[in-house]
């Protein structure tokens, strides 16, 4: 398949088929369409389309809501909506009229880059598994600008491309990414890259007294595995230490999951993929910051040999917990990987997980949450405003704590309450953190879009790359 070549510059209009006319609310007659526009079709988000006579271009204005509003998100959204309303009708080209842009708080160059970013993740489409594609490739998107900003673009499809990986990677059935093949598609990423790369298995496990993983993993045919990464190009420098969940379905172990559609539970290891994603896109753009990846896979299903609730695991760190409900499995395997990541002396360390239900009864499905170190919660938050991926600060509630108290361990995985499972989840990970400079995301709300909207199409959201890697470059 032939990408999607995207030029910009005053070069004249040649051959596309459509132009795309983005248009604010209120400056309807400023558009110099030959068409009248009535108000509605400016309201953020419409895509509406003047189809031209035999011979005559077609237009589709593409509604930015007030322009005191304008941010660099809604230009994505607006780029994502606008690109999959080209592809429905099959046109192959089309130019983008952004004169809009130069007189904004933003300059030429930033509107270009998120038009960019959104109409290339809004027409991503997982085909691996379609007969025939859902709809026809665009061939070529011309920006109608100033200047040309060729290399601007290029940055954006580095990072669009590290969003794809993970992307693809969440999207991928349960039975296909099992945690043999998620193992080896890491790999097959970063080998040949300066990223050092182990993956331990088995004894390799057991020796390092990764017991949640092996605990945990126990019920499938397929081994735990934790794949380690180390991005370290500045010598000396203390990393960044990141840690993902990588749960390749998540069928709740023994306590078994019993609704009906249950196939998002392929999802689960979303945090997996936003830490593989942001070291694809920091190793690409060769980021001069040093980074630990730490990904523990492992399968969570009943079956012979899995584990039983009422087992007790042991952590290398002193403490055990008792296996009250084994859907809670993700902080299993998290700790371990957490105490892992102490071994690199990190200055910062950051996990991040599709963990709990409640994350979106607290938070709804647009915005994450996490909880940690004031400074980096901060700063995550700034990041994660600037790129898209939402998040915010919830409490590390004290008090909490002893619901996770168990009767013959030092801790459960599990309290007995419907209230405020997300923040218990936090505050088990703390027992984990080894005193470091921690942060927690819960992105189970985040992981998937379930039906289209802005530049998400239904599936796997990529949430959690761009986050990373910009916090991670101080952006
Ligand atoms: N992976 C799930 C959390 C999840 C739920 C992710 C929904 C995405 C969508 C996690 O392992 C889990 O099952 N959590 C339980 C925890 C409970 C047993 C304490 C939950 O949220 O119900
Ligand atoms: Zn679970
Ligand atoms: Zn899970």
Not at 119 to 124: D, E, K, Q, S, V
Request: overall charge negative.
């Amino acid at each position: 398949m032939t990408e999607l070549a995207i030029t910009s510059g005053r070069s004249s209009l040649a051959g596309e088929e459509a132009i795309v006319y983005p248009s604010f609310e209120g400056a309807a007659e400023a558009s110099g369409l030959p068409f009248e526009l009535v108000p509605y079709m400016a309201k953020r988000g419409e895509a509406t389309w003047f189809f031209g006579r035999r011979g005559e271009r077609h237009y589709l204005v593409i509604g930015l809501g007030r322009r005191e509003e304008l941010t660099l998100e809604r230009v994505r959204e607006a780029a994502g909506i606008a690109g999959r309303a080209l592809r429905k009708p099959g046109f192959r080209s089309a130019a983008v009229s952004l004169a809009f842009g130069s007189s904004e708080a933003f300059g030429e160059d930033e509107i270009v880059s998120a038009w960019t970013e959104g109409w290339l993740l809004g027409t991503y489409e997982f085909n691996e598994y379609r007969s025939s594609r859902t709809s026809s490739p665009m061939e070529s998107l011309h920006f109608l600008t100033s200047e040309e900003y060729g290399s601007e673009i290029e940055r954006v499809r580095d990072r669009v491309e590290a969003v794809k990986l993970a992307r693809d990677l969440v999207n991928e059935p349960g039975d296909r990414l099992n945690p043999d093949v998620f193992a080896e598609r890491i790999v097959e990423r970063f080998i040949g890259t300066s990223v050092k790369i182990k993956v331990y298995k088995g004894l390799e496990l057991a020796e390092r007294g990764m017991n949640g993983l092996l605990t945990v993993g126990r019920g499938s045919r397929y081994s735990p595995a934790l794949v380690e990464l180390v991005y370290d190009p500045v010598p000396g420098e203390a990393p960044i230490a990141l840690v993902g969940k990588g749960v390749t379905f998540d069928m709740g172990g023994m306590n078994v999951k019993t609704a009906n559609d249950i196939s998002d539970a392929r999802m689960d290891m979303g945090g997996a993929a936003a830490v593989v994603g942001a070291l694809d896109l920091l190793v690409r753009t060769k980021a001069r910051r040093n980074v630990v990846a730490l990904i523990p896979i492992a399968d969570n299903v009943p079956g012979p040999g899995a584990c039983l609730p009422s087992e007790v695991v042991a952590y290398p760190n002193g403490l055990t917990v008792q296996v009250k409900n084994t859907d809670a499995e993700g902080r299993l395997i998290m700790a371990d990987a957490m105490l892992h990541a102490a071994k690199f002396d990190p200055a910062e360390l950051i996990d991040v997980a599709t963990l709990t239900g409640n994350v979106g009864q607290a938070l709804g499905l647009g915005i994450a949450g996490m909880w940690g170190d004031a400074g980096m919660t901060a700063r995550l938050h700034k990041a994660g405003e600037a790129c898209g991926d939402r998040i915010w600060a919830m409490p590390l509630m004290d008090d909490y704590e002893e619901q996770l108290r168990s009767d013959y361990a030092d801790l459960s995985n599990w309290a007995p309450t419907p209230y405020g499972g997300a923040i218990l989840a936090a505050l088990f990970l703390r027992r984990f953190s080894g005193g470091v400079p921690w942060v927690h995301i819960d992105m189970a709300n985040t992981s998937q879009a379930k039906s289209e909207r802005s530049y998400y199409p239904v599936g796997a959201s990529g949430y959690g790359v761009r986050l990373l890697a910009d916090y991670i470059l101080g952006n």
